[in-house]
């Protein structure tokens, strides 16, 4: 059975993701497009894993097989350029063949909507309700309906605008990329060289296997970044997923930077940039430090909701969720090089001094901590694990009372320390993501660590 997910469509490959499967998801694609635009358009891109290209092969030679016009990458590309050319070629779809940052054995789609906005729950469920309606249409005649794209002249025409930091004569930044042989490959070192900025990526070939590691900023991946960044005496190292959306960084001292102070950095930098008429979109798990950040900058965050379910502006949006920053007057997705040439800019304002960058910014939101940890949970232990955690009895005396917050399916508990704790549980890919939130510097991962072995328990 094909089963959906509120922003796509994943599973592992020749299992829930075979050929078969991938042509009558492409049909119910192609049905759906047929019944709700005239003369529609799709544009096709996919990653390294395994059997990427195929898969979007398969799904290419269903749609012009049902007469609709194909534009498909040449290569391996970010996600993030996906939604660029979804955008350019004002295509009525996007379909990315990615796993984004889940393990090797793991692929899916994603899609995209016209203008390249991410697709939501109402969209998929739409899809779902095609699913099944004809058998799929293969065609290999209408050739003609097949164009091939390559959008990175344009994305790079896009980041030579955003990196433009003040005053020129300043020491140039010296990076260090990891691309852990994902989509981002060597187009941030040509980026970077078109800048004039010098760089050494690495693990930047191609490996659908990930050298058996998920390709995501924990770590264990950032060690090597961090190593190199010592020994090469560079000013910043950067992490890149396996599709180009999640970004991690090292200082120049080869520390992991936290994740809720890169997002501070980068969603200031683009306030600066653009102005005080963007709107900022904050979710139930954004980190706390968003708050007093945009209250110092005249801003109040809204409910992520109203984004997509009022169909506000994508392009007056900036988004902050529990993952990252995100720009819509940039690309209206998440785009790690994005963050990246964000944090450099900022950086090179400081000269090149993380402890005066960070400072600047913790002057503002305070001292806090945030982490994340992910548990394997099937629905059964999820069910019995909620009904305890929102009851009596479950945190430790410490820790406080509980008021609990819901939304979407996640769930938010208020501790009496001004912390609180976050869950999110996926049902289909059975994976349950715990978040902590806390005033001072590390009381997150040590009291995480608490309510992991109290889950595993």
């Not at 939304?407 to 009496?416: A, I, T």
């Not at 001004?418 to 715990?434: A, Q, T, V």
């Amino acid at each position: 059975m094909i089963e959906f997910g509120s922003d796509g469509w994943f599973g592992v490959i020749s299992d829930e993701i075979t050929f078969e499967n991938i042509s009558i998801t492409a049909q119910a694609a192609a049905d759906y497009l047929t019944d709700t635009c005239s003369n529609p358009a799709v544009v096709l891109g996919y990653d390294t894993r395994f059997l990427s290209r195929e898969y979007a092969w398969t799904i290419m030679r269903v749609l012009t097989g049902n007469g609709i016009n194909v534009y498909l990458h040449k290569k391996p590309v970010p996600t993030a350029f996906l939604s660029l050319s979804t955008a350019l070629y004002k295509a009525d779809l996007g379909i990315m063949v990615t796993g984004e940052g889940r393990p090797a054995r793991y692929t899916g789609l994603a899609f995209r909507l016209a203008g390249g906005v991410p697709a939501g729950e109402t969209f998929m469920s739409d899809l779902f309700n095609y699913l099944y309606r004809r058998y799929p249409r293969h065609a290999d005649e209408n050739r003609e309906l097949l164009k091939y794209i390559d959008v990175f002249s344009d994305y790079l025409a896009l980041a030579a605008g955003l990196f433009s930091p003040d005053g020129q004569g300043q020491k140039a930044p010296v990076v260090i990329y990891d691309a852990c042989f994902g989509s981002v490959g060597g187009y941030f070192k040509d980026i970077l060289e078109h800048l004039g900025l010098d760089s050494t990526a690495i693990r930047s070939k191609p490996n659908p296997g990930f050298t058996d590691c998920a390709p995501q900023p924990n770590k264990r991946n950032l060690q090597l970044a961090g190593k190199l960044v010592k020994q090469k005496k560079s000013d910043i190292g950067l992490f890149f997923n396996g599709d180009g959306s999640r970004l991690g960084v090292v200082d120049s001292n080869g520390e992991i930077v936290p994740d809720h102070w890169v997002s501070a950095i980068v969603l200031k930098e683009w306030l600066d940039i653009k102005g005080c008429d963007l709107r900022v979109y904050t979710d139930l798990l954004t980190p706390s430090i968003s708050v007093p950040l945009l209250s110092s900058m005249g801003k109040s965050p809204l409910p992520l909701y109203r984004l997509y379910e009022q169909k506000e502006d994508p392009g007056l949006a900036v988004v902050w969720d529990r993952h990252s920053v995100y720009c819509g007057g940039f690309i209206p997705d998440r785009d790690a090089m994005a963050e990246a040439l964000l944090l450099i800019r900022a950086l090179v304002r400081h000269g090149l001094d993380w402890q005066a960058l960070l400072a600047d910014i913790i002057k503002v939101t305070g001292m806090r901590s945030y982490s994340t940890r992910s548990l394997n949970m099937d629905k059964s232990t999820w069910a019995r694990k909620m009904k305890l955690i929102t009851g009596q009895g479950f945190l430790p005396e410490e820790l406080g009372s509980i008021i609990n917050t819901e939304e979407n399916g996640d769930l938010k508990l208020w501790l009496d320390d001004g912390s609180w704790l976050g869950f999110c549980f996926n049902p289909k890919e059975e994976h349950l993501s715990i978040y902590y939130d806390a005033p001072g510097l590390g009381q997150a991962d040590e009291k995480l660590d608490l309510i992991v072995s109290l889950m595993l328990y």
